[in-house]
């Protein structure tokens, strides 16, 4: 079965506190540069609170499939 996922992962994400206060995902970039840009764009828009730009840990994967 191949792999579902292939290339480089995505090194940041921007997140937000919805209406209902349930902390979001609002994107994952390549880098802290996008992430940024978009950040501002979802603070300019207003529709989401707390909105900030985190760094995504990289995944260890220490069994590798059979």
Aim: proline share 12%; glycine share 8%.
């Amino acid at each position: 079965m191949p792999a579902q996922w292939q290339g480089q992962p995505k090194r940041w994400r921007v997140q937000g506190k919805a209406a209902d206060g349930l902390t979001v995902t609002l994107g994952r970039y390549d880098t802290e540069d996008e992430a940024n840009l978009e950040c501002a764009k979802f603070v300019r828009e207003g529709l989401y609170r707390d909105v900030r730009v985190a760094p995504i840990p990289p995944v260890s994967n220490p069994d590798p499939p059979r």
